[in-house]
């Protein structure tokens, strides 16, 4: 993408009337709002995409909480009651409860002079 640079149409503007300048004033401000509002969507569409790259990242780094998630999607599929069992069928569906993986935090030691004091 490039930026497209424009100087100002000098000529054109000093010698125009104050209606005229109003209305370029004000175009140029539509222009600005309309640049600003698809810069907003953009930045929308870079954060989603970059989450889901990250969270991507996350769990080709961590295979056996992916591995647990797999195992436990699978289990509900298992127990969820197909059409025509006895099983109710009002009943509400829950999905297993994925709980992320624990990692300890290692609080790190004060000075010893500060803890004998």
Do not use: C
Not at 73 to 90: F, K, N, Q, R, T
Not at 94 to 108: D, G, S, T, Y
């Amino acid at each position: 993408m490039s930026l497209k640079h424009s100087d100002p149409p000098w000529n054109y503007l000093s010698q125009a009337s104050a209606t005229s300048l109003q209305s370029f004033e004000l175009s140029r401000l539509n222009h600005a709002a309309n640049l600003r509002r698809e810069i907003g969507a953009l930045l929308d569409q870079w954060l989603e995409e970059t989450s889901q790259a990250l969270l991507a990242r996350w769990l080709l780094e961590n295979p056996v909480v992916l591995r647990d998630m797999q195992s436990q999607v699978a289990g509900a599929i298992e127990s969820a009651a197909l059409p025509g069992d006895d099983a109710d069928p009002h009943a509400e569906f829950r999905p297993p409860e994925i709980r992320p993986k624990l990692v300890r935090q290692v609080k790190p030691r004060a000075s010893s002079a500060g803890e004998r004091g």
